[in-house]
Structures are given as structure tokens and as C-alpha cells.
């Protein structure tokens, strides 16, 4: 297997895996293939951490890390939103998502970048460091029913990325 960022070939590729990848997930919308075309084409894209896994040239497995922000009153502050991550139902509890996320972390400290959000389940991302976005005094900007607070999550890659840091994160 191999990790390599995506390229404009991959995009109708990439369009098909995440629709039929979605079909068996736990959780979803329907729409996450939508949502990575829309990021592409917007401010939010960044192609270094808009990941494939592949294996003899299919794809296995992808992640898209895209920029938001956390705003309060006239502040913005910069960090990521990490959103889908998937790999065939085949290869799935092989560990090709963990490293999809570890190798997109790196690629992301490397390019300044300090924490990353989410909405997913916290028995799985606690692992990676995810804690609930509560615990920094920062809420989601979609309303989100008050027991699933913990599943809005955030992940320092540095120490203290978020000190001094609150507001509402624009997922």
C-alpha cells in the first residue's frame, strides 16, 4: 500500500470510492462525495492533505483535510476540519485509516498548521488525540443536540494550539 496526495485524474475516481464507501458507513449524509468536490473548488482546499491510499493502483482508502476557522466577535483563527476519511469495506480494521490520519497530521504540522476538528465517534478518534471541542470552550456552528456535544471533536497538533482560543468552529 502506498499514500500519496490526490491528483485531478483521481477526482472522478475519488467522486465514485467515496459515494460507494459511504453506502456501508455507520454514519452518513448521502452527500460526503458533494462535499470533497465542493472543498476543492473552494478557499478551504489544500491538495497536500487530500489523501489516497492505494493498492496494484485502486484506491483503498482517502482523507481530505480542509481549512476553517474558529471565530469569536472579530477574530478568525485558522485551523482544520478533517472530513471524510474512508477505505473500502474490504480493507477496513487493517489499520489503513490510521494511517491515513497519522500521515496526514504530519503533513499538516509540516505546513504550520496546529489542531484539527471533526464530527465523528469518539471511541474511535480518542485514540488520535480528539477531545471534545467543550473542553476548549468552542462550539460547532451547526446546531448539534446536547448528547452529542462529545462527538464535535479537535486534536492539538502542537501543545497548546488552542490556548487563548474560543468561539464557534465553522464545520
Same mark, same amino acid.
Given at each position: @500500500?502506498? +499514500?500519496?496526495?490526490?491528483?485531478?485524474?483521481?477526482?472522478?475516481?475519488?467522486?465514485?470510492?467515496?459515494?460507494?464507501?459511504?453506502?456501508?458507513?455507520?454514519?452518513?449524509?448521502?452527500?460526503?462525495?458533494?462535499?470533497?468536490?465542493?472543498?476543492?473548488?473552494?478557499?478551504?482546499? +489544500? %491538495?497536500?492533505?487530500?489523501?489516497?491510499?492505494?493498492?496494484?493502483?485502486?484506491? /483503498?482508502?482517502? *482523507? @481530505?483535510?480542509?481549512?476553517?476557522?474558529?471565530? !469569536?466577535?472579530?477574530?478568525?483563527?485558522?485551523?482544520?476540519?478533517?472530513?471524510?476519511?474512508?477505505?473500502? =469495506?474490504?480493507?477496513?480494521?487493517?489499520? +489503513?485509516?490510521?494511517? =491515513? *490520519?497519522?500521515?496526514?497530521?504530519?503533513?499538516? !504540522?509540516?505546513?504550520?498548521? !496546529?489542531?484539527?476538528?471533526?464530527?465523528?465517534?469518539?471511541?474511535?478518534?480518542?485514540?488520535?488525540?480528539?477531545? %471534545?471541542?467543550?473542553?476548549?470552550?468552542?462550539?460547532?456552528? +451547526? %446546531?448539534? %443536540?446536547?448528547?452529542?456535544?462529545?462527538?464535535? @471533536?479537535?486534536?492539538?497538533?502542537?501543545?497548546?494550539?488552542? !490556548?487563548? /482560543?474560543?468561539?464557534?468552529?465553522?464545520?
Amino acid at each position: @500500500m502506498r +499514500i500519496r496526495p490526490e491528483t485531478k485524474n483521481d477526482f472522478d475516481n475519488i467522486y465514485n470510492f467515496i459515494k460507494a464507501t459511504f453506502e456501508t458507513a455507520k454514519v452518513k449524509d448521502g452527500h460526503e462525495q458533494d462535499f470533497i468536490n465542493n472543498t476543492r473548488y473552494s478557499d478551504k482546499y +489544500i %491538495p497536500e492533505l487530500a489523501l489516497i491510499a492505494e493498492k496494484n493502483n485502486e484506491i /483503498i482508502g482517502y *482523507i @481530505m483535510i480542509s481549512k476553517t476557522y474558529v471565530e !469569536k466577535n472579530d477574530k478568525k483563527f485558522e485551523v482544520l476540519y478533517l472530513a471524510p476519511v474512508s477505505v473500502l =469495506l474490504e480493507y477496513r480494521n487493517q489499520g +489503513i485509516a490510521s494511517k =491515513l *490520519i497519522n500521515e496526514s497530521f504530519k503533513l499538516a !504540522k509540516k505546513l504550520g498548521f !496546529k489542531s484539527v476538528f471533526l464530527a465523528g465517534d469518539p471511541t474511535y478518534y480518542n485514540r488520535f488525540g480528539f477531545v %471534545p471541542t467543550i473542553n476548549h470552550d468552542i462550539k460547532c456552528s +451547526i %446546531p448539534v %443536540p446536547e448528547e452529542l456535544y462529545k462527538n464535535i @471533536m479537535v486534536c492539538e497538533l502542537v501543545p497548546d494550539a488552542l !490556548k487563548g /482560543i474560543s468561539g464557534i468552529v465553522k464545520m
